[in-house]
Structures are given as C-alpha cells and as structure tokens.
Nanobody, 123 residues
C-alpha cells in the first residue's frame, strides 16, 4: 500500500493552475529525491519534475519548463508541484515518487510511489 499520498488534482480550463501535494512519512522524505511523474493511458509514465529534499537544482521535463515548479515544505514532509498555464496535453494521472537518489528516480526506478491524482485541463 502506497505511503506517499497525492492530492490537489482536478479539472481546470486551459490556462488555469493547480497545485499538487504529496505527503510522505519522514523516513521517505528526509534526504531523498522526490518528484512527480505523469501517465496518460497507453503511454509510458514520464518524469515531469524532481529535486532533492535538502536542496539543489530541480529537474524539469522540457514540456513543462517555465510552467511547473516543484517545491518542498520540510515541516510537514510535503512536496508540491505548482502547475501554471495548464494545457490539454498536461492532462494525466500524476504520481508522486521518492527515491534514494535523483539518478535513480530519473531513470524511472524510484523506491516509492503514490496512488496518483488526476489532472484534467480542457480547452
């Protein structure tokens, strides 16, 4: 059973914004790389953003650069994905992930996954 819990998904008009949240147990959060993937049915899951929880440069998929921002709140072991200027092609199930390194996460093998939250952006 997933211990990463995503929330914040929903339906918006194209150009709108949503903020996703992922709450993790402390042992899955401190000193880890956390990020967000998304998946459209029939397509491979793809990383959209990731960052070490203790700082460092964030990584973004080219398709979301300038529109999405990943951030963390250490007090509540939470990672966020602020999504602005949403496009219909951003519509997907978004999954939170945690890994021992960003290299591991970015190659698609994080140790932990959330259950996912649905995002829909309509024209």
């Amino acid at each position: 059973q997933a211990q990463l819990v995503e929330s914040g998904g929903g339906s918006v008009q194209a150009g709108g914004s949503l903020r996703l949240s992922c709450v993790a147990p402390e042992h899955m959060y401190v000193g880890r790389c956390m990020g967000w993937f998304r998946q459209i049915p029939g397509k491979e899951r793809e990383e959209v953003a990731s960052s070490y929880t203790f700082g460092g440069d964030a990584h973004y998929a080219d398709s979301v650069k300038g529109r999405f921002t990943i951030s963390q709140d250490h007090a509540v072991n939470t990672v966020y994905l602020q999504m602005n200027s949403l496009k219909p092609e951003d519509s997907a199930t978004y999954y939170c992930a945690a890994a021992s390194s960003c290299a591991r996460l970015r190659r698609g093998s994080p140790e932990f996954w959330g259950q996912g939250t649905q995002v829909t952006a309509s024209s």
